[in-house]
Structures are given as C-alpha cells and as structure tokens.
C-alpha cells in the first residue's frame, strides 16, 4: 500500500465526533453515521478530507443496502473504495486495508445477487488499531 497522505489533524471535539461516527457504523446507524461524519468532514481540510468522505460513502452504501437498492449500493461503495484508495492500510490507527477487503467482498456479493444477511454482525465495521487516534 501506498505511505499515503499525513495523518488527520482533529481536535478534540472532532475526534469524539469521529468516535460518535464510528460507534453509529458499527450499530447499523448509517444514514445517522453519515450526517455524523459529514458535520466533521465539512470543517476538515488537507489531505485527510478525502479519507473522511470515503467512511461517508461507505456508510450511504450500506444505508442503500439496508433499503434494498443495491445499484445505489453498490455505486456508493464504489465511490468510497476509490476514495479510501490512497491511504495506506493502518491510517493513524484506522484499520482501512482490513475495512477495504471487507468492502470488496460486499461489492462482489452484491454483484453476484447472493442474498444479504438479516444480521448486523456481517456487515463491515471501522475498527481502529489504537484507541488514541479517537480520544486524542
């Protein structure tokens, strides 16, 4: 993967908000983790700003997907795929290749018209690899 771009600059607040983001992801709260993450990704700036609109796509995605529009699924999965394409696999404790592997598999399965789970607990989820990248 590639060095990528620095690591996010947050303040505290954002990195809470950021928290917030990640905990309605990883609940099934998407179109909430969505308004969530783009009240944050509005205010951010540099490089990172790309990394923040991709965890937004990927969470519209699967708010299309929990709706049963799997085209609208899948192009917002796409979109955040290539977003997040840049950043390397652990970006500042974010556990992004993992996340990408992850999205990959759904985007196959969607292809193939497999039938999805009726459980959270097989849907991805954002994991960071070191608490602090959230609480500062």
Known sequence: MPEG???PVLSDDER??????????????????????????????????????????????FYHLGNSNRSGALTMLRRGLARLGAYPDDYDGF????????????????ESGADLP???????KYRSNRPSMLIG
């Open 95 to 110: 556990a992004l290749g993992e996340l990408r592997a992850q999205i990959r598999r759904w985007i196959e399965r969607i």
């Open 118 to 124: 009726e459980t959270l607990d097989a849907l991805p």
């Open 16 to 61: 809470r908000q950021f928290a917030k983001g990640l905990e309605q992801f990883n609940a099934g709260y998407f179109f909430e983790c969505h308004d969530t993450l783009e009240d944050l990704w509005s205010g951010v700036r540099g490089p990172s700003r790309e990394f923040f609109q991709g965890l937004i796509q990927l969470s519209v995605g």
């Open 5 to 7: 771009p620095p690591p």
